[in-house]
């Protein structure tokens, strides 16, 4: 990664206390996804279930660099954006676990965590389907307001595989022409499942994409989360006062599998291991040491206490109930009108 | 012509509605390919750009899944897009928006947001445009919780429904036909919002039911017309509403007709018609004295010469003598 | 086990035939999505891209309506693609492809181009996949001429019907189901050709028919095997080929058992169910005791919370109770 | 267009059957549109009508450049490259006319025009539908042979506008990835429908977009149909030899309306005024009479016998029979199978 950014040591602009929350932030997702997997094992959870594991600098760095009122859309490897974006570990976890508590009742799972306060637009399960929505949020911005610092702005993430679906093409091209304040941000964790970035891309410099909407690109070291917030803050501050559209490409190392059930015996052992070298996790940790900013015992505590979170965080899920099969119908459309199908299967479908 | 009532056309309807809506509520804004600059491929938004400006009528690249898709994002933030894909073949490269995202979104994201949104396109063949711009899909939409999708066979019901679908909080396919855009009727003045939901019965009838919808309707009362000539009395159910489907209104009817025949212009095999046929083979059994009939058209991607395409397509002649079938399979007399 | 019969699974029993015709025939080559390194996201293609190369067994990236696209043009070209598309939910991006050239090209150029491919790929809820990720959706397909669609519900007709497909000229959809990967059953050994469009009774009976397919086919046969124990004689009808679909057969056996229930995992709107129940109503009206009943899905986003999952999707105990319901409609006793 | 290759005046390099040739094709394409024009006005010709008028260099400089192994895949704007391909004039017409003697019997019209054993695989009617195909022909040919001068090799059309559709993208991709030998042949008139290219493409310059798949891009002018020659050629080669995809970008201009019934108001009176001072049919006969390749009388002649085919084509798609309605159903399928539905409109779906 000869162009990427990447940053050693405490920087002069750097706050302890923000290195420290990002520690803090890495600690919470790492805990969080580790437990999770654990969950599945046991069958707390079902379905796909997509981790950010190895990708912790990336989720900090980048839920660091957006406003309160910036919107986030997000892929389905969303855990760890929910919770930085201010979603209650317990509440996501419940959700992990199908209850009624939650984060959007039990109805979406691991893919699709949500949280309209929050301005979390969703974490969607169909390659590629986030990116036009997130673009017409950036629509919805234009139309309602003016550019400045002020301004509302929105993040869209999508994987390295994702930059070859039509989607992507089709809404970089319409941000580009209509100048909307979007950022769209590729976190290339190097496969798509099993498929490598230069087994997926004839253009595999995965920033320099946007050459064809003229849309400015930038290749950020994803392991740093102090590089991630700073490329994410200043492309955000373009979309705000410019009306200028950006793409970044964050650098990163998917650890495990591409969800909990792959065993990812496609990856050679050099492969895995530089992977776990690059653990962002430890190395912040570290380096955190090194400058200074933490002692071993802080870091210990905020492990301790990241640990602590997420077992509240299971009994939560666990003692929280499941949803109501008779609110089964509530949900299929929000204007309520005449002769909507509301049957269980086999109740007649016309009553004589 | 009174005050209250005027005889416009389909399509007047449709641009008056749109600009009638533009002036009730900023939110709305209008987007899809040549809508603007070229007044729409078939001219439904003329005037509106240069009366509402760029901001309200959005002209798009040819990229129907991203512009949908974005119409998308715009009614999470509570916008109310209304969109216009210039046919119902080109809503296939969008329909993962449509069906995976729009149709999704207030269930799977806990009740937390709504896509208010309108997706308008013409349906239909006849127009020699051959296979691929010929079809109707709309079976397709109806067949999916989250939509709801209509399909008005007159202008008046054109105004009132379009009214209803911009002002519903859940995503609407606004099913129209290239052969009804010319088609005139008389229309009310003032505001009018149909009931999203419902089915009609358009001609009371005793004999016999005829279900149809959106072009087919026209078939509908037509052979309906010459049939009371004969003395036969049929009743015409438009259904207008195809998800959700008004299965009781059709059902009564059949009840006090006993006989039934649907037309549709899509073709038969998992159409409309086999919708329509089962709900009433399950709420009509008792009553039915002859099997429920469908007239549609021929299963072939549709051709482009006319006697073909004629052929392929059900009309007046086919939808008469199936209707007279079905009253002889019960041996009707008057 | 005899050696000319072997008990192996759905998932072996596809991975051998596609294994079978890469030899059999050099046009015949793979693409999808992680086929080759990841072997499948269900590891259908297990070693084949080992035994066959990267030529044979070709990776795509994700770019379904680019590969399903390619796989058309490579058609028209004399070779004999089979693609695999991760699951049909992911097919709605390559829709326009498949619906709108694949299926429209033989006819619409005049018949002078043969586009023999198959597209494979599995539906079906019941995983905790949530809505965008558990749709039965092959009701579309099925609509569509120039399409076939092939719903295989055992392992040997999983070889059977994969086999002929491959061998057929023209587009196949062939729909797999997450929950028969693992189903074992009896597979018979060489080359099995199965002939396309045609139902087949599975079960033979007297007093009832249930007609299925796919996925539904299991739960159908053990409720049959249960009313068979209680001294009711239930027919069990598998439809194989959703297109064209074999009315005569379904029509022979209600004219047989008067009393019929189809049972799908799809929504019930528009759904398979609807066209069965029409095809009876028209085809054995006069044999008919009582309403055909439908067993399908709740009309919702399929969501992810297992009680609310299984709530929604209909199983052996509804099927069980409609079948009792439309016993007693007509009184029946044995 | 600073950028774009011109030519001007005989070169060297080019013989003068050859520059007769090009201007006899030109001149009939003109005469055939015109007069399928002037048969829509009558009614002879349905459904949609998109002519070549204005692009007739760009139609016989790229079929100039095609042998006869290679395939081509078009847009709905396909009647000239029909001709040029090889395709009777007479049956092209008879196609428009819905006669069973149309090149696909009547079935396909004006967007559909077909002949396998000319290799053009096609007129599409779907904006962007021609690619993946062309992609996949191209595939076909790597699949079944080695790269070399004889190589066959793919020509895929399409419009200023489809370079914003999701094929686009996902096909250049697979094409650069894997390279393929097919040559993307971008007809840059201007207009999508009433859409300018700035007004669609946020990178208007086209030939530019290749970037994105490090596919090389270059730009010609469209109305020299021995620059459009050249640089096919070239481009062609580099596929068949090479296995590089291209993407070439041809400057042309759309002389009439979007399709036959379109009045192009929105067409500013300077741009017409432009259009038709651009006309490169009249524009090639006087390079070629001045530059004493013909004269006046070769080019009347010539003219004349353009006249004289496209009359004829007339006269024989007027006395073609209709295609027969009985053979309806005999084209749905390749391969016959059991209960095929062939039923009339209103003819019973089961016969009890
Ligand atoms: C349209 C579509 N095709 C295929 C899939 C299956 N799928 C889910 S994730 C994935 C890989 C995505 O890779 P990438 O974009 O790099 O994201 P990552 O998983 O690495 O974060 C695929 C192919 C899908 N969900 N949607
Ligand atoms: C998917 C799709 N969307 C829209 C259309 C309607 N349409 C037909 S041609 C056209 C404009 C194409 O412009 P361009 O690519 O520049 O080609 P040109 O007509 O100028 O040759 C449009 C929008 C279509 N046929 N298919
Ligand atoms: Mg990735
Ligand atoms: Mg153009």
């Known amino acids: ?352 | 012509m009174s005050e209250e009532l005027r005889v416009i056309t389909y399509r007047q309807a449709l641009n008056e509605t749109l600009r009638a809506e533009l002036e009730h509520d900023e939110n709305v804004f209008l987007i899809g390919e040549e809508i603007g600059i070229f007044e729409g491929s078939y001219k439904i938004t003329a005037g509106l750009l240069e009366d509402f400006g760029p901001k309200r009528v959005v002209d798009t690249p040819i990229s129907e899944e991203g512009f949908v898709g974005a119409a998308i994002g715009a009614a999470m933030l509570g916008l109310r897009p209304v969109v216009e894909i210039m046919t119902l073949n080109f809503s296939l490269v969008a329909i993962d928006q449509i069906v995976n995202h729009a149709a999704k979104m207030h269930a799977m994201f806990g009740q937390q947001v709504k896509v208010p949104m309108v997706i308008r396109f013409p349906g239909g063949g006849g127009q020699q445009l051959a296979a691929t711009h010929s079809q109707n899909l709309e079976v397709w939409y109806a067949h999916i919780p989250g939509l709801k999708v209509l399909a008005p066979s007159t202008p008046a019901e054109a105004k009132s429904m379009l009214t209803a679908a911009i002002r519903d909080d859940d995503p609407v396919i606004f099913l129209e036909n290239l052969a009804l855009y010319n088609v005139k009727g008389e229309v009310p003045d003032g505001e009018q919002v149909a009931e999203i939901g419902r089915a009609a019965v358009i001609k009371p009838g005793s004999d016999l039911t005829v279900v149809s919808y959106s072009r087919g309707m026209v078939t509908a009362l037509k052979v309906a017309e010459e049939f009371e000539q004969k003395g036969v009395s049929v009743e015409v159910v438009d259904l207008r509403s195809l998800r959700p489907l008004d299965r009781e209104t059709i059902c009564e009817s059949v009840r006090k007709t006993s006989r039934a025949v649907v037309f549709e212009d899509d073709m038969l095999s998992y159409g409309i018609g086999a919708e329509v046929s089962a709900t009433i083979g399950e709420g009509a059994f008792d009553w039915l004295d002859a099997p429920v009939r469908r007239v549609a058209a021929s299963e072939v991607p549709l051709p482009y010469a006319k006697p073909l395409e004629l052929a392929a397509m059900p009309d007046a002649v086919d939808l008469t003598r199936v209707v007279q079938e079905t009253l002889d399979a019960t041996r009707f007399t008057n």
């Open chain 1, 1 to 352: 990664m000869a162009d990427t950014k990447r940053r050693t040591g405490k920087q002069p602009g750097d706050k302890p206390e923000e290195l420290r929350s990002f520690y803090e932030g890495m600690s919470l997702v790492r805990a969080f996804e580790l437990r999770a997997n654990e969950m599945y094992a046991r069958a707390k959870i079902g379905g796909y279930c997509h981790l950010n594991l190895g990708e912790e600098a990336t989720v900090v760095g980048l839920t660091a660099a957006l406003e309160g009122r910036d919107y986030l859309y997000t892929t389905y490897r969303d855990h760890g954006y929910a919770i930085m974006r201010g979603m209650e570990p317990s509440a996501v976890m419940a959700e992990l676990f199908g209850k009624a508590t939650g984060v959007v009742g039990g109805w979406g799972g691991s893919m699709h965590m949500f949280d309209l306060d929050k301005r979390m637009l969703g974490g969607y399960g169909i390659v590629g389907g986030q990116i036009p929505p997130a673009t017409g949020a950036a629509l919805a911005i234009r139309y309602r307001s003016e550019p400045g610092p002020d301004s509302e702005a929105v993040m869209c993430l999508l994987g390295d595989g994702t930059t070859n679906i039509g989607a992507f093409h089709e809404s970089l091209n319409l941000a580009g022409l209509w100048g909307l304040p979007i950022v769209y941000v590729i976190v290339n964790n190097r496969l798509g499942m099993g498929t490598t970035v230069e087994g997926a891309s004839a253009e595999p410099d995965l920033y320099k994409r946007g050459c064809a909407y003229r849309i400015e690109g930038d290749r950020v070291d994803g392991d740093d989360p102090v590089a991630v917030r700073d490329a994410a803050s200043a492309a955000l501050t373009r979309a705000r006062q410019e009306r200028k559209p950006g793409l970044l490409e964050l650098m990163s190392y998917r650890l495990k599998g591409h969800s909990v059930v792959d065993p990812a015996r496609y990856r050679s052992k050099e492969d895995t291991d530089e992977a776990k070298s690059n653990d962002p996790v430890p190395a912040f940790r570290a380096r955190l040491i090194t400058d200074g900013v933490l002692t071993e015992a802080d870091a210990d505590a905020i492990d301790e206490q990241a640990d602590t979170t997420v077992t509240e965080a299971v009994a939560f899920a666990e003692d929280s109930p499941d949803p109501e099969v008779d609110r089964l119908f509530d949900g299929v459309y929000a204007s309520q009108v005449a002769n909507v199908p509301s049957r269980l299967p086999g109740q007649p479908a016309v009553v004589s």
